[in-house]
């Protein structure tokens, strides 16, 4: 693909400008062969501030996708009934996936909690003894299937295996191949005492392996506000419906029999404006002045500003998870104009979801994001993507299967043949885009797993490895790149070091040299809300090396670069960014603009140097 053979094509250059792999000459060790299935039970993660980290104090980067069917009539994860689990999962670790969310229905966990698994119907039988597909998934006489709690627990094990964690969210009351319409928890029977009494009997089933990681609470709580009490609302209330005094509730259950796992909070769909004195949750809505204020649904977490998540636990499992979409899914107003990063934040994000993790609040991981590959929507998937790799955020991208309407996926068809087994059929364009945001090793490519013993698929290291052998050489591209550990002696290629919040900015240190002059600078805390200053500093016409003009020198420059100097059309350089990227001086922008650009991250020339010799 795309994406990888640039990565090479960068690999090449640093190797022409360094001599070797590593940055100022150091060298990276081998990669570490385990092949054994890590069963130490010590991959769990906790939270501070906005990062993630392990056992150890070392941050790490969930970035995933979801693989739904556990939540439908199947009830198991689809395509299995035409391709080999292991084939399946395999994949996914080769391609950098380091965690799945598995959507599923509180009915089918009722099912299991007594005792009386439902049946799956989505997976084949191996009623054919010459047919070997899912050997694992039938009893000791070869046809008859497992159920699927027992397919469940082989799937947990195997991904396990490859290096893959893995969480579930309560994706609706009721199993349902539509997906998740209805606005709440409870529904019929399965009422708010059901649903967190099967979340804690799988988290006390789980406590003692690590590789469900964490329980996403609800699937998209949502509801208008003048639906009243059949709406999900977020307020200090003890109603039924509120869905941030149930999550506390659901939270709290869950860290009594595992105070390990991560807990993951979506938001809801709609809050009150506070448009007029006396507006309720419930008046009905206005035309104009009206007293919602609307999101995608579990999008909306304004209303965790006055009434934040605090089990009594603490707080050091909470993980905030929005969704987000683009355009195709539905014309939200925000998309109404040449929208950008700036007035995405400006317009949605930063008071909807995006201040918890700007203002260090909490971690956010958001659990559905991708579309189709059209238009205003890819637009909007690259923003997005950029967004949560400059900010450290962690991700899901909705999703693998080729049977989301709305959406589509990462996958485009899967098949099992005999004595070849299964063939995945990726949407090339699509996963390139999402590769991206994997976590992965800034030179190498290598994919980051969160097993500390495990690696991650073919192309992958466990988290140990990253941390004895790659964070202090080459680093990862969280904070959109970044070398060193996450507390102290970090050295920041692109974004904020560890502590620092990220909040949206009009203006960043440029790297080139011209004349010094009186400017005046904008910094903005948040949207809407900006200070001017006067003061002495440098005004730089031409920023060498920021090819991509985001105030910043980094690989991702160098990649740009070299996307544009292979003649790929997506490569888009504006002139000054032409002007910008061309260091070397030459007629027109060649590879020793990238060599200089590299040389620069690695430390081997100066600010100076990397100006082209006039």
């Known amino acids: 693909m795309k994406t990888k053979h640039l990565l090479s094509v960068c690999l090449a250059a640093i190797i022409a400008a360094t001599g070797t792999v590593g940055f100022a000459g150091s060298s990276l060790k081998a990669p570490l062969s385990v092949t054994a299935a890590d069963d130490t039970n010590d991959d769990w993660l906790h939270c501070e501030g906005s990062r993630i980290f392990d056992k150890d104090g070392n941050e790490v980067w969930l970035t995933g996708a979801n693989w739904f069917g556990f939540n439908c009539s199947e009830n198991c994860v689809h395509y299995l009934w035409s391709a080999d689990v292991d084939d399946v999962l395999q994949e996914i670790a080769d391609h950098g996936i380091n965690i799945i969310r598995f959507p599923i229905a509180t009915e089918l966990l009722v099912s299991w909690m007594n005792g009386e698994p439902n049946p799956v119907s989505s997976v084949s039988a191996n009623a054919d003894p010459a047919f070997t597909i899912n050997p694992d998934f039938c009893e000791a006489d070869g046809k008859t299937l497992k159920n699927s709690m027992e397919i469940f627990d082989i799937i ?175 014309a939200q107003t925000w998309f109404d104009k040449d929208f950008t990063e700036k007035t995405l934040l400006d317009d949605y994000w930063y008071d909807t979801w995006a201040y918890i993790n700007a203002e260090d609040i909490a971690p956010e991981l958001i659990g559905e994001w991708g579309g189709h590959m059209t238009g205003d929507n890819l637009k909007w998937m690259k923003l997005l993507r950029d967004y949560m ?85 080459e680093g990862s591209n969280i904070d959109g790149g970044r070398i060193g550990g996450p507390k102290g002696g970090s050295v920041v290629i692109d974004g904020p070091s560890q502590g620092e919040t990220t909040k949206p900015v009009t203006q960043t240190t440029p790297v080139s040299f011209t004349t010094t002059t009186t400017v005046t600078t904008t910094t903005q805390t948040k949207p809407s809300e900006t200070t001017t200053v006067s003061t002495t500093s440098t005004a730089r016409q031409v920023e060498w090396g920021d090819a991509n003009e985001d105030g910043r020198v980094d690989v991702s420059d160098a990649v740009l670069i070299s996307r544009f100097i292979a003649e790929d059309k997506t490569a888009k350089i504006t002139s000054q960014g032409q002007m910008n990227s061309n260091v070397a001086g030459t007629p027109s922008i060649t590879s020793d603009s990238t060599i200089k650009i590299l040389q620069f991250i690695a430390k081997i020339i100066t600010e100076e140097e990397l100006a082209p010799k006039k």
């Open 156 to 330: 947990m094990q195997k991904c396990k295996k490859y290096g893959i964690k893995a969480f579930i969210d309560i994706h609706s009351p009721h199993t349902d191949n539509s997906g998740h319409n209805y606005n709440l928890w409870y529904k019929g029977d399965f009422t708010t005492k059901v649903w967190i009494d099967t979340l804690v009997w799988l988290a006390d089933k789980y406590k003692n392996d690590d590789t469900l990681l964490a329980f996403d609470l609800k699937n998209e709580p949502h509801g208008k506000g003048q639906e009243g009490e059949a709406a999900a609302k977020w307020d200090g209330s003890k109603d039924e419906n509120n869905w941030a005094y149930a999550a506390t509730q659901c939270a709290d259950a869950i860290l009594d029999v595992n105070p390990n796992a991560l807990i993951l909070i979506e938001g809801v769909e709609q809050s009150l404006s506070g448009a007029q004195e006396g507006d309720y949750w419930g008046i009905a809505d206005r035309r104009d002045n009206s007293p919602y204020i609307g999101a995608w649904w579990g999008g909306n977490f304004r209303g965790a500003r006055e009434y934040p998540i605090k089990p009594k636990h603490g707080t050091s499992q909470i993980v905030y998870s929005p969704h987000d979409y683009g355009p195709s899914v539905y």
């Open 389 to 473: 790799i400059k900010n450290h955020i962690n991700h899901t991208f909705w999703c693998l299967n080729t049977n989301s309407g709305d959406t589509g996926g990462l996958w485009k068809g899967l098949g099992f043949q005999q004595g070849s087994g299964t063939t995945i059929t990726w949407d090339e364009d699509k996963y390139g885009l999402f590769e991206v945001a994997l976590w992965q090793t800034q030179k190498t490519g290598k994919y980051i797993g969160l097993d500390h013993q495990v690696a991650l698929g073919k192309n992958g290291i466990s988290l140990s490895e990253f941390y004895s052998s790659y964070a202090n050489t």
